[in-house]
Every structure is written in structure tokens, then in C-alpha cells.
Antibody, heavy 119, light 107 residues
Framework: QVQLVQSGAEVKKPGASVKVSCKASGYTFTGNYIHWLRQAPGQGFEYMGWIDPNSGGTMYMQNFQGRVTMTRDTSISTAYMELSSLTSDDTAVYYC????????????WGQGTLVTVSS | EIVLTQSPGTLSLSPGERATLSCRASQSVSGGRLAWHQQRPGQAPRLLIY???SRATGIPDRFSGSGSGTDFSLTISRLEPEDFAVYYCQHYDRPPLAFGGGTKVEI
């Protein structure tokens, strides 16, 4: 079955960077997009962007331009999301999700990774 | 960009009752490209409905979606204990895709 397994929780200091991984299994990794979203405590979802694992092409939402980098390693079916210059406002659960295309619905989500930014 | 507004923020009901959740879009969502997701406490979201009214794999038929244009709804015909959760609508009509703020269904 399709699984997206994310890396574990992180605690970072303001100004640092964090890199979250998302390992895919049960489907052709290069045949679907990986999108990233985050959810601050008690809040709704904030959409961050996507990566096409086949081409490496990316789209980042304007709110994250210049601070986010999405990459992938097709040899291990893993996508990565790195966010830099962290502030306390970046404290959230970060989710990866499998989308069939750039504009679609996600039939599968990762379990989420809690990133806490605190001095 | 399309902004989705969900109402009510919280719905207080009992098991066995009917729940109706609303999602209003700031612009018309063409092609019915509107989905609904369920998120139980401490869990990742789960896709319930896509294309306005199509149930995702394994979703029971007490969940149904309807609507068009700017007004969409999710109906749960008879609430089961496991249905008490937060529900989010999502459009995928044009970039950027977006989610609504959520409706919490509580006992």
C-alpha cells in the first residue's frame, strides 16, 4: 500500500534551518507530485508548494519564496523540504502529501513532522 | 486566488444526528474541483470526497458532497463516534490550490 513516512520531530533555534524528509513507498515515486503543507498549533493548513520528482521542477508559494527549498532523491524515493531563517512563527506540523499532479487532491498524506522553533 | 470560507466554525451534535458543513468560495470553482478532508485529533488528514461528490476509496456512504459554483456542502447522514473531527474543504481549480479554515464537529 502507499505510504509516506516522514522524519522525526525537530527542535530548532531562531535563525536556523530545518530539513524534513518524506520517504515514499507503494507507488512509482516519479509518477506523482509531492506537495508540502504546514499546520500551526490549532490552526488550518498553509500551502507551501510542490516538487515534481520526475523532473525536479518546483513551485513555491510567495510566502516562502527565498526561504524554502524542495528537493528529491529518486534513488531512495525520498523528497525533502528545507526551510531556513526559522522564527517562532514557523513552529508547526509539516506534512508531505502525494498528489497525482500539480493541481489535484492528495489521496495520501505523510504522518506529519513537528518542528518547534524556540530559543 | 480562490479563498475558501467554511461555516460554522464548530458544530455541536450527538451521535446519530445529521451534520451539514458549508464551504463558500470567493470565486466560482469550475469543473466541481472541490474536495473534503477529515482530520482526527493527532492524525494526518484523510481524503473523503473529491470532484464535489465522489467518495474516496473506503469512505462510507453516510458521507456525501454536493454543490456548484461558489457554494459547496458536506453532509454526514448519521454521525458515528469516529466522525467527530475537523473537516476541511480544498479547491484544485487553479493555482494556487487552497484549503478552508475547517469546521470542527464535536459532541
Amino acid at each position: 500500500q502507499v505510504q509516506l513516512v516522514q522524519s522525526g520531530a525537530e527542535v530548532k533555534k531562531p535563525g536556523a534551518s530545518v530539513k524534513v524528509s518524506c520517504k515514499a513507498s507503494g507507488y512509482t515515486f516519479t509518477g506523482n507530485y509531492i506537495h508540502w503543507l504546514r499546520q500551526a498549533p490549532g490552526q488550518g493548513f498553509e500551502y507551501m508548494g510542490w516538487i515534481d520528482p520526475n523532473s525536479g521542477g518546483t513551485m513555491y508559494m510567495q510566502n516562502f519564496q527565498g526561504r524554502v527549498t524542495m528537493t528529491r532523491d529518486t534513488s531512495i524515493s525520498t523528497a525533502y523540504m528545507e526551510l531556513s531563517s526559522l522564527t517562532s512563527d514557523d513552529t508547526a506540523v509539516y506534512y508531505c502529501a502525494r498528489f497525482p499532479s500539480a493541481l489535484d487532491v492528495p489521496p495520501n498524506w505523510g504522518q506529519g513532522t513537528l518542528v518547534t522553533v524556540s530559543s | 486566488e480562490i479563498v475558501l470560507t467554511q461555516s460554522p466554525g464548530t458544530l455541536s451534535l450527538s451521535p446519530g444526528e445529521r451534520a451539514t458543513l458549508s464551504c463558500r468560495a470567493s470565486q466560482s470553482v469550475s469543473g466541481g474541483r472541490l474536495a473534503w478532508h477529515q482530520q482526527r485529533p493527532g492524525q494526518a488528514p484523510r481524503l473523503l470526497i473529491y470532484s464535489t461528490s465522489s467518495r474516496a476509496t473506503g469512505i462510507p456512504d453516510r458521507f456525501s458532497g454536493s454543490g456548484s459554483g461558489t457554494d459547496f456542502s458536506l453532509t454526514i447522514s448519521r454521525l458515528e463516534p469516529e466522525d467527530f473531527a475537523v473537516y476541511y474543504c480544498q479547491h484544485y481549480d487553479r493555482p494556487p490550490l487552497a484549503f478552508g479554515g475547517g469546521t470542527k464537529v464535536e459532541i
